[in-house]
């Protein structure tokens, strides 16, 4: 089942082509990785597809459906976390989920979300101790990313579009996280992540999409690349970046 769609996707900021015709499909239970150089236009699409911008010209259809039909209701059905996550810095990760979450059952009468009473299971599959009253103001950035997770996992999303989720991450917590997504992915969303760690993208996505200058270097999957084993695939990925 094809979840996600984009066709011809133009996006232009004062006069400059930041996105030049791109496409892209992503169906249930794949994790695609996306790559690109700062500034290639990894956010600005990711805006795009989640129905945060308009591109000047194409479409997307999210579950069949333009999105510009649905918008903002699909993003009920979207994990989203793009740019730097904020949050209600004087509380702790609890009462920002809480909060998120009641938001969300308001905004969409019958949405299907994680109850107050599951918000520990959840805190603790990111790895966040779920009765710490400590205020996120006080957190790292990798205690931010995987509370981001947390906050996009709350409502059972079909599709996740995450704008470099393992930054600020160390070892352990990028193995968790990789797993985390690889079983979201194992009960069917689909899964959209941009990365600058190749060696990561390589472990954790079914398929890869580099852009370079607004177009798509590269479309590949992972066991594609790593027939040419790790350092071949990263070296591959790097050219293309560099377009």
């Known amino acids: 089942m094809k979840v996600l769609e984009a066709d011809g996707i133009v996006q232009v900021f004062e006069g400059r082509e930041v996105l030049a015709g791109l496409d892209l499909t992503l169906g249930q239970g794949e994790i695609l990785g996306l790559l690109g150089a700062n500034g290639a236009g990894k956010s600005t699409l990711l805006k795009i597809l989640s129905g945060m911008q308009r591109p000047v010209s194409g479409r997307v259809r999210f579950l069949g459906k333009p999105l510009s039909e649905g918008y903002p209701g699909s993003l009920a059905r979207m ?4 740019n730097e996550p904020v949050f209600y810095e004087s509380l702790s990760a609890r009462e920002n989920l809480e909060i998120d979450l009641a938001y969300l059952s ?3 009468a019958g949405h299907r979300a994680v109850e107050s009473a599951g918000i520990s299971q959840l805190l603790e599959k990111v790895g966040l101790t779920a009765d710490s009253a400590t205020a996120v103001g006080r957190y790292s950035m990798g205690m931010r990313q995987r509370l981001a997770l947390a906050r996009c996992m709350g409502h059972h999303p079909d599709l996740y579009l995450l704008d470099e989720p393992l930054n600020g991450l160390d070892p352990i917590a990028i193995g968790q996280l990789r797993d985390s997504l690889r079983n979201l992915a194992a009960q069917g ?6 990365s600058h760690i190749l060696s990561e993208v390589l472990h954790t996505a079914d398929r890869v ?3 370079a200058g607004g177009r798509v270097s590269l479309r590949a999957s992972v066991p594609e690349l790593l027939s040419k084993g790790q350092e071949g695939a990263e070296q591959t990925l ?3 970046m560099e377009g």
């Open 209 to 211: 999409m580099v852009i």
């Open 189 to 194: 969303s689909a899964i959209l992540f941009s």
């Open 79 to 82: 994990g989203v976390s793009i």
């Open 106 to 108: 308001l905004a969409n």
């Open 238 to 240: 790097i050219k293309a």
